[in-house]
């Protein structure tokens, strides 16, 4: 049997207990706190049949993201943010809405502007709501959609 050795990580008040042979290393630590952190960013997603028709058409959609964003956004330093219903677009079974501060969409300037915020992405099937990772960003821009 192996023997256990539990190593504590606190990060931000959360403490992962670890089971290892020996106490592991940072690197792994950092690599659980990140799964953990992914995992958590997925609550909101449940999986769905391939194929399945969209339910929700693009109004209904772009009104999930926005309660989905005012609820996300209550503990967030700039919380009031709002959806750009105009840039949102449909992929697939999704419809992905991007968001900013409500003072740069009204004056356009970029010290209000938000960085690094990543779209909303609405399951048109389920109605979930969650934000897409960094990766998708990267290949919708590359597909030419506007995030």
Same mark, same amino acid.
């Given at each position: 049997?192996?023997? !256990? $050795?539990?190593?504590?990580? #606190?990060?931000?008040?959360?403490?992962?207990?670890?089971?290892?042979?020996?106490?592991?290393?940072? *690197?792994? $630590?950092?690599?659980?706190?990140a799964l953990?952190?992914?995992?958590?960013?997925?609550?909101?997603?449940?999986?769905?049949?391939?194929?399945?028709?969209?339910?929700?058409?693009? !109004?209904?959609?772009?009104?999930?993201?926005? +309660?989905? $964003?005012?609820? /996300?956004?209550? #503990?967030?330093?700039?919380?009031?943010? /709002?959806?750009?219903? /105009?840039?949102?677009?449909?992929?697939?079974?999704?419809?992905i809405?991007?968001?900013?501060? *409500? %003072?740069f969409? +009204?004056?356009? +300037?970029?010290?209000? %502007?938000?960085?690094?915020?990543?779209?909303?992405?609405?399951?048109?099937?389920?109605?979930?709501? /969650?934000?897409?990772?960094?990766m998708?960003? $990267?290949?919708y821009?590359?597909?030419?959609?506007p *995030?």
């Amino acid at each position: 049997m192996i023997d !256990e $050795l539990t190593a504590v990580h #606190e990060d931000a008040g959360n403490f992962e207990h670890i089971r290892n042979q020996q106490a592991p290393n940072i *690197v792994f $630590l950092e690599f659980q706190q990140a799964l953990a952190d992914h995992a958590d960013t997925r609550r909101h997603h449940r999986p769905t049949r391939r194929n399945q028709m969209p339910k929700l058409d693009r !109004e209904s959609a772009l009104t999930k993201a926005e +309660k989905f $964003l005012k609820t /996300e956004s209550r #503990e967030w330093k700039h919380h009031d943010v /709002e959806v750009i219903r /105009e840039r949102a677009f449909q992929h697939g079974r999704y419809l992905i809405a991007p968001y900013n501060t *409500v %003072s740069f969409l +009204k004056t356009g +300037k970029m010290e209000d %502007s938000l960085v690094g915020n990543i779209p909303i992405q609405v399951d048109l099937t389920t109605g979930t709501c /969650e934000f897409i990772d960094i990766m998708k960003v $990267l290949d919708y821009r590359d597909m030419g959609y506007p *995030v």
